[in-house]
């Protein structure tokens, strides 16, 4: 069956550019999120850790081709258990959840420890850091970015849902925001079911 296939794919190598700032670029073997599972070749660099706690570490990356700043959640796979969030963000595009870009398996450093890594796109703010911000300030959000907030938040939800897709964990922290653009991306990281 196609959609239980799991390509293991151990063949993450890096390099040094030769370029001024002699910045470090992984090149990894990675399936692409939507449509066939084709690796391909994807490089990445100046990646620094932006997050961490018991689902694993997430870094933010530069794609080399694009330019364009990504997250790269890195997850211990449990071999006795299938990763339901793989297969669920796979299924998944909307323009207010965020977009599995790419995936690829990476090895621990102990025998048999393999991690899941997605690449994702990469949103800069949360609802909870901006609400704070506002609050410190002794200022209310203003009404019109509510509404638009949950405008976006709502139509997220309809359409996990319209899959039968249950999102477990809806908090500011998991509201994700650009605060240039005002778009409000559902992040969907391991509470769906």
Known sequence: NPQ????????????????KDGSKVTT???????????PQEVSYTDTKVIGN???????QAKLC?????????????????????LQIMRKLDHCNIV?????????????DEVYLNLVMDYVPENVYRVARHYSRAKQNLPMVYVKLYMYQLFRSLAYIHSYGICHRDIKPQNLLLDPETAVLKLSTSTHLF
Do not use: W
Not at 28 to 38: F, I, K, M, Y
Not at 53 to 59: A, N
Not at 65 to 85: P, S, W, Y
Not at 99 to 111: M, N, P, T, V
């Open 4 to 19: 239980n296939r799991i390509f293991m794919v151990h063949c993450t190598f890096s390099l040094s550019l030769g370029d």
């Open 28 to 38: 990894v073997a990675a399936t692409p999120g939507q449509g066939p599972d084709r």
């Open 53 to 59: 706690g018991s689902f694993g570490v997430v870094y």
């Open 99 to 111: 977009h599995l870009r790419y995936f690829f398996y990476s090895s621990g450093d102990k025998k």
């Open 65 to 85: 081709d694009t330019g364009e700043l990504v997250a790269i959640k890195k997850v211990l796979q449990d071999k006795r258990f299938k990763n339901r969030e």
